[in-house]
């Protein structure tokens, strides 16, 4: 007998786009911002939807939804071709312990589709104080790598039916898009899902033009070990899946007063030049009660991470539109002890100070080091795995909520991807303005000892209805 908590898949096909467009005939070369993330996990977002009372006991319901998602999901990889399709890698010519790989769209056995169903509620999913690891499963290629697009979907759609609940998952790979361009897929697939088939047109359509440094040719090769296993570092992906079992997750809130108030204070005696935004104020309270939760020596380096997305520094800037990685980990260092010693508005300065800092000239010189030497991290690099460090990613400026599928407003939830201690995820809030909602991952003892902390708890606040 199944459990109520185990995934049940009812079935699956793929999805092609609806017709083919004459750019699909072209391979898609990638940049060294996507080759980055060759090791990287896909990206996993979803909606979580409380059934229609229509859907009760009518299977038809459910079905007529799962046809309406296919179709409009064809039309959408009409304008997103390249997601139906595989990556491809051949030898470089030149050097034979280099590899090219690239976006083959001619290779188009689509993007994978699946319903599943599952005997949970949502009060299941939504009353436990952590996300449960049941919302893992509702979600493809939980484990995978970039690397991995050479022979899975480069996209996966789950749609799993709860007893009284609808949850879409969507799995991306990483290696063709950052979170701009993850949301701008769903966004548009949203956008022509609610058209009901009467347009094939969207508001923001995509373009595939790479940005390459300078005097590069577009056809990028990377090195590689002769054993592929190594190349690909499959232990790091078991040991990677494993991780998020040994960490909490939890949803934080906070709201537009609590943003507000910590903008404020981060401001309070900056010169008029000076303009910490609201992030960065969030940003370094979290950093340092997180880094006083964890009781760690004055002495030990504390990192914190901000992924920033590149396009709007490049001059000319990158269009918002453009599908592909502009993300760059900007690093701001110090010691834990001067860290709590100088405090919050300390903290915010010295995070607005990089952010300002990192101009056109710093990203095109980071690039051009990139290319004399590739690196490409692993999901268990130490820089990503320091115990005393925070990696924050995500935006409050994705558009989230507005993707309904004729559901009414979704709740978001993540998969088990690129989970690990010290990773945050910032939404924006569900109540709208300026509010954000943080997804913190932690050990145990030390989210225990976030949730009773005095400074962080001032500002932060819980919701059921995340």
Known sequence: MESPSSVRFVSECFIKPKYIREESEVPIYLSPWDLSTLFIHYIQKGFLFPKPPAFDNDQNHIQELLE??????????????????????????????SLVIYVDCKKDPGARFIHASL??????????????????????????????????????????????????????????????????????????????GKAIAISRPPTYEKLFPEGHSPIISIPFSESKDHFISRDDKEKEKAQPEKIRERIFHFSSESVAKLKAKANAGCNASTKISSLQALSALIWICITRCRNIPPHQKTNFIMVLNNRSRFVPPVSQDNFGNYLHPLVVTTTCGELLEGGFRLAAWQLHQAVINHTDKEARKLIESWMDS??????????????????????????????????GKPIIRSGGANKFDGKVTVYPGTEGGASMDLEICLQSHVM???????????????????
């Not at 790598?145 to 969507?170: A, M, P, R, W």
């Not at 268990?380 to 559901?407: A, K, R, T």
Request: aromatic share 12%; proline share 4%; hydrophobic share 40%.
């Open 119 to 196: 005997g949970l509620t949502l009060d299941d999913i939504l009353s436990p104080t952590d996300v449960p690891q049941v919302v893992r499963s509702f979600f493809d290629h939980d484990g995978s790598i970039s690397y991995d697009g050479i022979t899975e979907s480069l996209l996966s759609i789950q749609v799993t039916e709860l007893i009284d609940g609808i949850f879409i998952g969507c799995s991306m790979n990483h290696m063709m898009g950052d979170g701009t361009s993850f949301w701008h897929f769903l966004n548009s697939w949203s956008e022509i899902f609610k058209a009901e």
């Open 448 to 466: 225990t000892s976030l949730e009773s902390d005095m400074e962080f708890m001032e500002s932060a606040s819980f919701s059921r209805s995340l």
């Open 374 to 407: 590739p690196i490409i991290p692993r999901v268990n690099d130490s820089m990503v795995f320091d115990p005393c460090s925070i990696l924050l990613g995500g935006s409050q400026w994705f558009n989230i909520y507005g993707n309904e599928f004729g559901l």
């Open 68 to 97: 309406k998602l296919q179709e409009s999901l064809s039309l959408t990889l009409v304008h997103f071709y390249p997601l139906s399709g595989r990556f491809a890698m051949r030898n470089c010519e030149t050097n034979p312990s």
